[in-house]
């Protein structure tokens, strides 16, 4: 196995904050309860339960656990020591509450809690990012590390900060402040900032360092990643610019759509090269990494029907974006990561207990089936205009969630029978 590399830490701190991969794995459980009671009959869009459970996932369950997992990205890619590293891990504590407000918020149609839920996640972010930025700032390049890490991490998190931005106007926006047209021009903006500049280019950059471990290859360069990384930013910036009043127009929105096809199929090749094969013997990371893949193209094989015309297809792209390619890379890693932070908790931050020891891997395989069922499932009732068939995939997401807790429980019971 090759190990993540790793900042040192004081032995009282988890590299990772475990708290945060709490967080994120309850909101994962509730976004896939809150399918099964509220069905969606017909294109969520801009409904406040639609509202409600988008944001369950993309900041309860995704971007709580990505600001958890850059505590140690950022040093361990860089090696650097975090400015002010405490008031970045407490940071994530209001980010947390104001996760919870905005989404009860929408859930229980209350402005007020839009308003104050909104505000909490802006003081949580600008906690973090803060010292995150410092921290970045500080990296000098050597030769040993020429690739550019402080533009990669300044962008993702640039991208999160105006995504916040527009996040909070429009949340105000319905919680009655006099800005109405807001509603109007900034969602797909939003979308495209967050779910875009932010949470698939990290995913694009992270994956280049965790892929090696999770399939046992020994790490050399991606050739295409460049070109990914690049391709898909210039992308995604260009589709935001056919989205801006007086700019809008069609021929720019396919410029930036087509530059984010030929870059998610440039990462698919440079992962399916690792994948193919991969020597590790521990086959559930690597098969969830594969499944991302697929749902990469189906994102943007519906971002292409948007962006033509298909406005009924929204929820899909939505949906499959969100739990399929983001979520379940995420699933992924942490059945790599997340276990290897839980065996250094138990053991000592030395320990190098492989997850493959700790896991069952009958609960492995059970949580990926019925996860892929959910994601597929889900995409094809939304595409199909069978919203009400979500409930169905809603269970098969809660039993796979299921699954995942009792393997955890598994895997620390072995961890510290010792």
């Given at each position: 196995m090759i190990p993540l590399q790793m900042a040192p830490k004081p032995p009282d701190r988890p590299w990772i904050p475990p708290a945060s991969l709490i967080a994120g794995q309850a909101a994962q459980g509730l976004s896939w309860l809150f399918l099964i009671l509220?069905?969606?009959?017909?294109?969520?869009?801009?409904?406040?339960?639609?509202?409600?459970?988008?944001?369950?996932?993309?900041?309860?369950?995704?971007?709580?656990?990505?600001?958890?997992?850059?505590?140690?990205?950022?040093?361990?890619?860089?090696?650097?020591?975090?400015k002010l590293e405490g008031l970045a891990r407490w940071s994530l504590l209001p980010f947390g509450i104001g996760i919870a407000t905005l989404v009860l918020g929408f859930a229980l149609v209350q402005?007020?809690?839009?308003?104050?839920?909104?505000?909490?996640?802006?003081?949580?972010?600008?906690?973090?990012m803060g010292p995150?930025?410092?921290t970045i700032l500080s990296f000098k390049p050597t030769p040993e590390l020429k690739t550019p890490f402080k533009t990669g991490f300044l962008t993702v998190l640039g991208s999160l900060a105006?995504?916040?931005v527009l996040g909070v106007t429009m949340a105000w926006a319905l919680a009655g402040a006099p800005?109405?047209?807001?509603?109007v021009h900034l969602p797909p903006i939003h979308a495209i900032l967050a779910g875009g500049g932010w949470l698939s280019l990290l995913i694009f950059g992270v994956s280049t360092r965790t892929i090696f471990p999770i399939t046992g290859r020994r790490r050399t360069k991606l050739p295409l990643h460049a070109f990914v990384s690049a391709g898909f930013t210039i992308g995604a910036g260009v589709l935001v610019l056919g989205l801006i009043p007086g700019i809008a127009h069609p021929a720019v929105r396919w410029l930036g759509m087509g530059l984010v096809a030929i870059a998610a199929v440039c990462y698919l090749i440079d992962m399916i090269r690792l994948i193919l094969g991969a020597p590790n013997d521990h086959k559930p990371p690597i098969a969830y990494v594969a499944s991302t893949l697929v749902y990469l193209l189906a994102t943007v094989g519906l971002g292409l029907a948007v962006t033509a015309g298909r406005a009924d297809l929204q929820a899909a792209l939505a949906y499959v974006a969100l739990v399929g390619w983001m979520g379940l890379s995420v699933n992924g890693y942490l059945h790599h990561i997340g276990i290897r932070l839980l065996a250094t908790v138990a053991r000592g931050e030395d320990d190098e207990t492989r997850p493959i020891d700790l896991l069952d891997a009958r609960l492995s395989w059970l949580a990926f089936g019925a996860l892929q069922v959910a994601v597929a499932g889900g995409t094809i009732a939304l595409s199909s205009s069978n919203g009400q068939l979500l409930p169905v995939f809603g269970a098969f997401g809660l039993l796979g969630w299921l699954s995942i807790l009792l393997n955890v429980r598994t895997a620390w019971r072995r961890a510290t029978a010792r």
């Open positions: 509220t069905a969606w009959p017909s294109t969520p869009g801009l409904s406040m339960p639609g509202l409600a459970w988008i944001h369950m996932v993309a900041l309860g369950w995704l971007t709580m656990t990505a600001l958890g997992v850059l505590v140690h990205v950022i040093p361990g890619f860089m090696d650097v020591d975090w402005p007020w809690a839009l308003a104050l839920g909104s505000s909490l996640i802006a003081l949580g972010l600008a906690g973090f995150a930025v410092l105006l995504a916040a800005w109405p047209a807001a509603l």
